[in-house]
Each structure stands twice: as C-alpha cells, then as structure tokens.
C-alpha cells in the first residue's frame, strides 16, 4: 500500500504570508497527486491535479510542484478565505490521503 | 453543474446494516467512476470503494472487503454503498465523489457531495 506523510500537521501563519505544505510518499507515483481544501462541516474542494495542474476557478496564488515522493502545495499570499485544512492524495494506486494540515490564523 | 446527494445514513447497532445512495446530476454518470471516501469525527479523509463508470470493475479498502458492496445503476444515476457487519469504527460522514475519468487509473476526484452521517452505536 502507499502511505502518505503530509507536514506540517498545523500550521500558523498571518494573512499575506506565503507558507508551503509538503507531501511525500511511500513510493514514486510520477504526477498522480491532488491538493485538496476543506472548511469544518464542509466536503472538500479540488484545488491542484497532477501535481500542478490548477483547477478552474481556483485562485492563482495556490500553486503545486513535484514528481516522485515529493510534493509541495504553496499559498503565495494568504487571505481569509485560505484558512482551512489541505489534503494531499495519491491517485496512482486506488486513493490514499494524507493525514491533512490543519492552517491557522496567527 | 455537478450535484451529488447522499442519503440513507443514521444511527444502527453494531453488527447492522445500511444502504447508501448518491442521487448525481449535472453530468453524464456512466462516463465516471465513483467512490465513497469517509471521515471519522475530527480525523482525516479514507478512502473506502470505487467502482468503474461501467460498473464493471471494484475496488475496496482492506478494512471492508466482505462487509460493504459498492453498485450504481447508470440508468438511475445513483451510486449505492451497502454496508453490513457494521462496527463502531465505520462511524464517519460518508462522501460520494465523482472521478473525473470512467476508469479507476489513474482518476482523481473532481467533486464531492455534501456527506451522510452514519453512526454505528449501541
């Protein structure tokens, strides 16, 4: 099975700080891997495919990059709406998600 | 636009069973695989089935293989997941999500329902 390590597990930051989350696998899976956003009581929202690649209707200042085991989702300038929870998942192999990271307000 | 509905969570006893259902509109059903995907109270995403766009093809987590079945009837639009020998640990908001590629290879969700509660307690 492919495990996935996403850091950190909470993050604290101030709006119009630029923050990275990272994921990395247990296994290469080339591009095969989402970012996701999700707000309490919500599902979640597509945000980054095939490591990179942004959803329409996401804003420019998400961004993705990687290949491999190493995966990076980076907000540019944080707003209000961004503070949530991100998950990665891997698409290469059935589905596995990292175990999320929760962004704070400062 | 996309709209998946789920149905048929609540509360059942341990070792019981449910039916859930994910009514889909908005787009041509049969020509995307499905999944369920769950989240336990405060804790993460888990995948937990898929199925192919043909219905011909599905995928189980280990931890409910033989317990849970995932169907869809293509001219109903709905997705199902029976789930039986339920256990405590299968409490979570059950999502429907829709693939954005008929087969399970290499198909990431593109949409996702709102969620059914399912409550396994005695």
């Known amino acids: 099975d492919i495990q996935m390590t996403q850091s950190p597990s909470t993050l604290s930051a101030s709006i119009g700080d630029r923050v990275t989350i990272t994921c990395r696998v247990s296994?290469?899976?080339?591009?095969?891997l989402a970012w996701y956003q999700q707000k309490p009581g919500k599902a979640p929202k597509l945000l980054i495919y095939?490591?990179?690649t942004l959803e329409s209707g996401v804003p420019s200042r998400f961004s993705g990059s990687g290949s491999g085991t190493e995966f990076t989702l980076t907000i540019s300038s944080l707003q209000p709406d961004d503070f949530a929870t991100y998950y990665c998942?891997?698409?290469?192999?059935?589905?596995?998600f990292g175990q999320g990271t929760k962004l704070e307000i400062k | 636009e996309v709209q998946l509905l789920e149905s048929g969570g609540g509360l059942e006893q341990p070792g019981g069973s449910l039916r859930l259902s994910c009514a889909a509109s908005?787009?041509?059903?049969?020509?995307?695989?499905m999944s369920w995907v769950r989240q336990a109270p405060g804790k993460g995403l888990e995948w937990v089935s898929s199925?192919?766009?043909?219905?011909?093809?599905?995928y189980y987590a280990d931890f409910v293989k033989g317990r849970f079945t995932i169907s869809r009837d293509n001219s109903k639009n709905t997705l199902y997941l029976q789930m039986n020998s339920l256990r405590a640990e299968d409490t979570a908001v059950y999502y429907c999500?829709?693939?954005?590629?008929?087969?399970?290879?290499?198909?990431?969700?593109?949409?996702w329902g709102q969620g059914t509660l399912v409550t396994v307690s005695s």
């Open positions: 095939k490591a990179s």
């Open positions: 908005g787009f041509t059903f049969r020509s995307h695989a």
């Open positions: 998942q891997q698409y290469n192999s059935y589905y596995t």
């Open positions: 199925i192919s766009g043909s219905g011909g093809s599905t």
């Open positions: 999500a829709k693939s954005q590629d008929p087969t399970m290879v290499r198909g990431y969700v593109d949409h």
């Open positions: 296994q290469s899976i080339s591009s095969w």
